[in-house]
Structure formats: C-alpha cells, structure tokens
C-alpha cells in the first residue's frame, strides 16, 4: 500500500473499500466516499469547523426520541426526504402523489368509524374531509386504510403536547362504494421544532422555517401502491416556502368555510366550520412495477 498524500487519499481509501462483498454495499460506500472527499476538499474546513460538525451530528442523535426524529427533520429541510421520495415514487400522472412523511408520524392510531372525530377535546375549527379512494381505473376501492396524522389548531403535533394518549391522529377505512368522511379540525401553517440543532442551523439563515398547513395522510389497500402524502390548504401563505420542500400542486385544496349547520357526517355544528373534498387514486402494484 503506497504511504497516503493529499493528493492519493482518496484513491487509497477507495481501493480499501472495494474489499466489500455485498455489491450494493460496496457501490454506496464507493461513491460516498468520492462525494465525501469531495465535498471536504471544496469547503477545506479547519480542524475546529470539522469538528463542529461532527458536534452537529452528535446533537442530532441525542435530540431523538420515540415521538421526535431530528434526522429525518434534517433530511426534510435539505430536500433530501423529498428527493429520495421522488425517486421510489414514480407514479403515473393520474395518481395521487406522494410527499414527505415527516418526523412527527407515530405508529398504531386508534381505529375510527367513518365520519368519526379524531381531533376531541383539541383546540381547533371543525373540519370535515370528504371523497373517495380509487384505482387508475376509476373503481373506488372498499376498505383502503386512511392513517392520519397532523397539528391541531394550535400548530401542535402530539410529540410536542404534554398528553399520553392520541391527540390528532387516527385510522379510517374506506366504505363500499371507496368513500370516506373524516371530523379533524383545520390545521395551520407553523413552524418545523427551533429547539434544537436544526433549528439552530436555520436561524442563521434567511431560510423560512414554517411549513404551510396541511394534513397528513398514508393510504394503502392490497394490490395498490402505498401513498404517503399530504393536503395542502390553498389560503396558507406557506405554500412557496415550505421549508421542506413537501408542496405539490394537485396536492393543494380548498378549505370551505362553512356557516353553523349540517356537517358532512350528519353532525349539527354550532360554529363555523370546514368542508375538504379529495379523491385519492392509487396505482396498481403491478403497474407500479412495469413503470419501474
């Protein structure tokens, strides 16, 4: 092995590398090695800088929990989830794309009936979501899995309320004839967590740190591609800045105000509330496939 240099690092370690026998190991270590050095040999950074960074990341790891997850805030506000997204999501046009999932999503929602109220005792509108879930094909599908998550109308998720049971999140199923009826309340625009390190980096940017409003959904049904995406509020002021890149356009609705009365599940509503429509289309995992 030749003593390393400046200049033949890289190729040494290279040649170091290549001794992997997964292939696929060895192709993402070889070029995360080219794109590492790289990227020191452009910025130079001093011994401090280097190790400021490496404080960074260690901060990072530290500020994760069962219900925060700073890594994937930090993918999110470097574009890289939703890159990552666009290539393992390339869905034909006719259906519904996908977007980030986000850090706040927490497993095992509680199961609600159609029309139910996910969003009891939270502050917040009432708002109803209303529409269909359906193939490429137009055929609705019966009993596809809607599991949601978002902030309540303060702009909180449950990871950041002092609460140990549910708070605005839960599972819905589809009816017979692929339509469904959801009680929330309207979310809005609000800024990603500042309290730790990757908020600490985007203060010392002009970068904005809010995310419009929006609510989040992950729909699968057997044969169907699953579909992790949101519904974006047409009104939010946010939606050009989103800091993590997450605003698609056939993903922004209307938000209708409605006055008191009649809701969408039958319920009597004394205030004003809000009506969204929205029919979902997967794509066949066989389609999905030949695409791919």
């Given at each position: 092995m030749p003593y390393v240099t400046e200049q033949n690092l890289t190729d040494v370690v290279l040649d170091r590398w290549r001794a992997v026998p997964d292939p696929r190991l060895r192709e993402v270590m070889q070029s995360f090695i080219k794109h590492v050095h790289a990227f020191v040999r452009d910025i130079e950074p001093t011994e401090a800088e280097w190790a400021t960074a490496i404080d960074f990341l260690t901060r990072i790891g530290q500020r994760c929990t069962d219900k925060r997850q700073e890594f994937i805030l930090f993918s999110d506000v470097m574009g890289v989830s939703m890159l990552v997204d666009a290539i393992n999501h390339r869905l034909e046009s006719g259906a519904t794309p996908t977007t980030v999932e986000g850090p706040f999503h927490v497993p095992n929602a509680p199961a609600l009936a159609d029309g139910a109220n996910m969003a009891a005792g939270c502050?917040?509108?009432?708002?109803?979501?209303?529409?269909?879930?359906k193939g490429l094909d137009g055929r609705p599908i019966a009993n596809a899995k809607l599991d949601l998550w978002q902030t309540d109308g303060e702009g909180l998720y449950e990871a950041q309320r002092d609460v140990t049971g549910p708070w605005m999140r839960g599972v819905f199923h589809t009816k017979a004839d692929g339509s469904y009826t959801i009680r929330t309340v309207a979310p809005i625009g609000y800024s990603i967590p500042m309290d730790g390190p990757v908020g600490d980096l985007v203060r010392r940017t002009d970068i904005s740190e809010m995310r419009p409003a929006h609510i989040h959904f992950c729909i699968e049904a057997p044969g169907y591609r699953r579909v992790v995406t949101h519904l974006f509020n047409r009104a939010c002021p946010y939606l050009e800045t989103?800091?993590?890149?997450?605003?698609?356009?056939?993903?922004?609705?209307?938000?209708?105000?409605?006055?008191?009365?009649?809701?969408?599940?039958?319920?009597?509503?004394?205030?004003?509330?809000?009506?969204?429509?929205?029919?979902?289309?997967?794509?066949?995992?066989?389609?999905?496939?030949?695409?791919?």
């Open positions: 502050p917040g509108i009432p708002c109803f979501v209303t529409g269909t879930v989103d800091v993590v890149y997450g605003v698609k356009a056939p993903l922004i609705v209307d938000f209708v105000e409605n006055p008191p009365g009649t809701a969408p599940n039958g319920e009597k509503i004394d205030t004003k509330f809000y009506t969204i429509k929205y029919d979902f289309v997967l794509q066949p995992v066989a389609q999905a496939a030949a695409a791919a």
